[in-house]
């Protein structure tokens, strides 16, 4: 110990003599003096991927976090170092060149993170074909002034430069060995920042770097530049896995699957069997529109009359990730999450699901969905297909003008409109069908505010004065605010879903059907929109103080939790019936599927969601990112932290063992997919058949 002591009183007294010696002989002043443009180089790149976290993640652990930025510094020297190998002159190109790379990574992630809040990644390159039909969603509704700030990297290297021009600075001759030198030393420095940081890792830092779907975890610990390079690795993962990780996937597939008990009976066991099926995709429809008002004018009158009528669910979250709506109809259909890197839609539509309208189609159900845009938008019409769709209505079978268009594509009324013949075709060659219909108009960015129809979002106030003469005074409140908008979309859309149930019961089509609703997912809107909505100070035309009394509290888990959707299931005759029941128990879009299925008498045994009438209380809902919310407990899983939604106590061992649970489903469902699991599941099945058979 002694010995240790002593060496520990060397190296100090090294460093302290080092440092005093380079005071003396200026060596500071004149390194910085010769390195202008490689120091520029390194603090706007480390500048900028800071700023991009702190926009981003607004937590003080953040803020105060060293690692990322250590991280981050150590990417950015070793890069630079390899500039010193080229001549002076030479080297601005190569810092710029760079500068505008890492500038790249910064931007394209902020604008990532205000829509997905989640970071960029290159799996989502096989996307970049549906930008041009969402576009102008994009560029109004996400794009922002901070994503530009990252600029000031590339702008900065080349005022510098060209400073340094004038000074004739570039004129000063290094012969190979100095270059040679420079570089080894940069390269060194950057090393040992590298070191420095290896060894300040936990157990936990490695994992979820390894396993890459925490990536606002990843992002803290690891800064923007290592989650960047590590995405790449982890993107082309897949591909590698599908050659070499094929026994380890099945076995923890084949033990996760073991413990199933199989279809299990309850009250609700087979209630509409035989009964056609009519499934409502709403788009971007949240919860909390249902039951709002606007100076006594509901928001969504009809969504209000099916809640009020029909089974409604409504602690029920969607589970999307990148692939949004695409997403959504994945684990609706098959009770699987999104995958880990790419969209299931897209990368891996060739794989074998097991999913409703296949089920279905094996009960003699004829099976079909309906969307007015273009067929292969996230890759709809080869994805469909294998889902088990019989037949896809898409762009080509309606007739689409400038008249009847609003946002993105056919305007919900006219597609539900032009929807009834062909369902009244349906209904007249098939005994039984399913049938999913999915709207377009309340997609962001709710720009298209003329062509929704009167639906005023301000606040009227009627004042008596006075000689008895009375006033109406309006105040602005969300008129003009995007989630103003939103609710004026949603009045829209609401009203389509109206018409359409209209038109489906004149025609006699809802007399043996049961409707179906979900929303896909939130609208993705600001917080600073909500915090308007529920502390409006109308004197001012602004927000109430937080010291005010009348101030509601709309922080980050509120807004998490607030970002849950309607699950409405309906018949024109549930209403004043046991089934007419609001079900409060938490619940996800991948439990639609087992609940649906106990209900029309269908199973499918790889379901990872459950029969929310048999878990009941003790749900729980896994988040692609990892997060997870039971009836009890919300857990963030990028701050490692929890909000209690009860006053029950809550254990340390209940936390880890959700989230042991949480991380396990959600490798075993990606696993499934990447893997193709079900097929080879299927022929092994079949093959044990056929042994058995022959013995």
Not at 472 to 479: A, F, G, K, Q, R
Request: one cysteine or more.
């Amino acid at each position: 110990m002694k010995k240790i002591k002593n060496g520990f009183k060397k190296i100090t007294k090294n460093i302290k003599s080092g440092i005093k010696k380079a005071r003396e002989e200026h060596v500071i002043r004149e390194y910085i003096k010769n390195n202008i443009l490689f120091l520029t180089f390194v603090i706007t790149c480390v500048l900028n991927s800071t700023l991009l976290r702190f926009f981003c993640m607004n937590t003080i652990e953040n803020y105060l976090s060293i690692k990322p930025i250590i991280a981050d510094l150590a990417v950015v020297i070793i890069v630079g170092s390899f500039g010193y190998l080229l001549k002076p002159k030479n080297r601005f190109t190569y810092f710029l060149i760079f500068s505008i790379f890492f500038t790249a990574i910064c931007m394209i992630n902020s604008v990532y993170y205000t829509f997905y809040t989640s970071f960029a990644s290159v799996s989502m390159l096989s996307l970049t074909q549906y930008i041009g039909d969402v576009g102008d969603a994009v560029v109004e509704n996400v794009l922002q002034l901070k994503d530009l700030v990252y600029i000031i990297g590339p702008l900065a290297l080349i005022i510098v430069h060209c400073k340094l021009k004038k000074k004739n600075y570039y004129k000063k001759i290094e012969v190979k060995s100095e270059r040679k030198k420079k570089m080894i030393r940069t390269l060194i420095v950057g090393a040992g920042l590298s070191i420095l940081f290896i060894v300040t890792l936990t157990s936990l830092d490695v994992t979820r770097f390894i396993k890459q779907w925490n990536k606002e975890y990843v992002v803290m610990r690891f800064g923007i530049y290592v989650y960047q390079a590590n995405d790449v690795i982890t993107s082309i993962q897949p591909k590698i896995n599908s050659m070499f990780g094929y026994d380890k996937a099945k076995k923890n597939f084949e033990e996760y699957f073991a413990e199933e008990e199989g279809p299990v009976t309850n009250e609700y066991t087979n209630i509409f069997a035989g009964k056609n099926v009519l499934v409502i995709h709403a788009e971007s429809m949240q919860n909390n529109v249902i039951n709002l008002e606007f100076n006594g004018e509901a928001v969504s009158p009809t969504l209000n009359r099916l809640v009020k009528e029909g089974m409604y669910f409504s602690n029920f979250y969607s589970q999307v990730s990148v692939g949004t709506s695409s997403d959504t109809e994945l684990t609706f259909n098959t009770s699987l999450m999104p995958t880990k890197s790419g969209t299931a839609f897209v990368s891996y539509a060739d794989r074998t699901y097991v999913s409703i309208p296949k089920l279905m189609k094996e009960k003699g159900y004829y099976t079909f969905s309906m969307h007015a845009n273009n067929a292969d938008f996230w890759n709809r019409r080869t994805m469909h297909k294998n889902l088990g769709y019989q037949k896809f209505y898409s762009k080509q079978d309606y007739e689409v003008t400038e008249e009847n268009t609003i946002g993105l594509g056919l305007s919900d009324k006219e597609f539900f409109r032009q929807s009834i013949p062909y369902i009244e075709q349906i209904d007249k060659e098939n005994e039984n069908w399913y049938g999913l219909m999915i709207m377009l108009t309340n997609h962001t960015p709710f720009s298209e505010v003329e062509k929704y129809g009167e639906f005023d979002v301000d606040l009227k106030e009627t004042v008596t004065h006075e000689d008895g003469t009375t006033e109406v005074i309006s105040y602005p409140y969300m008129e003009g605010t995007k989630l103003g908008n939103y609710f004026k979309s949603v009045h829209y859309a609401d009203q389509a879903l109206g018409q359409l149930i209209n038109d489906l019961d004149e025609k006699g089509l809802l007399d043996n059907t049961v409707l179906v609703i979900y929303g896909d997912h939130d609208a993705r809107l600001p917080r600073s929109d909500y915090n308007r909505l529920y502390n409006y100070d109308k004197e001012n035309d602004s927000t109430l103080d937080k010291d005010d009394p009348n101030y509601k509290e709309y922080d980050s888990y509120q807004y998490e939790l607030g970002r849950k959707v309607p699950f409405i299931i309906w018949t024109k005759d549930m209403a004043g019936t046991e089934l007419n029941q609001e079900i409060t128990d938490v619940m996800g879009m991948y439990d639609a599927m087992p609940t649906l299925g106990n209900m029309l008498g269908f199973y499918n045994e790889y379901q990872l969601g459950h029969d929310i009438f048999n878990i009941k209380e003790n749900n729980i809902v896994c988040f692609p990112n990892g997060n997870w919310v039971t009836n009890k407990i919300y857990y963030n899983s990028q701050k490692e932290e929890y909000l209690s939604l009860t006053e029950d106590a809550i254990s340390e061992d209940e936390i880890n063992k959700n989230i042991e649970y949480t991380n396990q489903l959600l490798d075993v469902s990606n696993d499934i997919i990447v893997f193709d699991l079900l097929s080879k599941d299927e022929e092994n099945k079949k093959v044990l058949e056929y042994v058995e058979k022959g013995t």
